[in-house]
């Protein structure tokens, strides 16, 4: 089973960018689609960004899609998540997820990391 492990979370301002890296561990990431959710306080774990396993194909929410861009790296069993622009909505803990099939949503996920915070204040 494949463990992941997301870092790079912290508390930032209004505007400014951030690097989200999940690195696995146990076994390789190369037969997974690989995304992120987040979850605010008192709302339900939504969907962010998503990449399929060859790297060709990803989807964003609406709410983050042309600030945010996924990535991966099979080769360092990591996957990334650059947000640029951030506001305070994007204030969440941001989990990293693993899934062998699609759709890539919450009731798909093989595998989630423990998550990270992102903080962003006005």
């Known amino acids: 089973q494949v463990q992941l492990v997301e870092s790079g979370g912290r508390l930032v301002q209004t505007g400014a960018s951030l690097r989200l890296s999940c690195e696995a561990s146990g076994r390789t990431i190369s037969n997974y689609h690989m995304g992120w959710f987040r979850q605010a306080p008192g709302k339900e774990r939504e969907f962010v960004a998503r990449?399929?396993?060859?790297?060709?194909?990803?989807s964003y929410a609406d709410s983050v899609k042309g600030r945010f861009t996924i990535s991966r790296d099979n080769a360092k069993n990591t996957v990334y998540l650059q947000m640029n622009s951030l506001k305070p909505e994007d204030t969440a803990l941001y989990y990293c997820a693993a899934s062998t099939v699609l759709p890539f949503n919450k009731y798909s996920i093989d595998v989630w990391g423990q998550g990270t915070q992102v903080t962003v204040s006005s």
């Open positions: 990449i399929s396993w060859s790297g060709l194909s990803t």
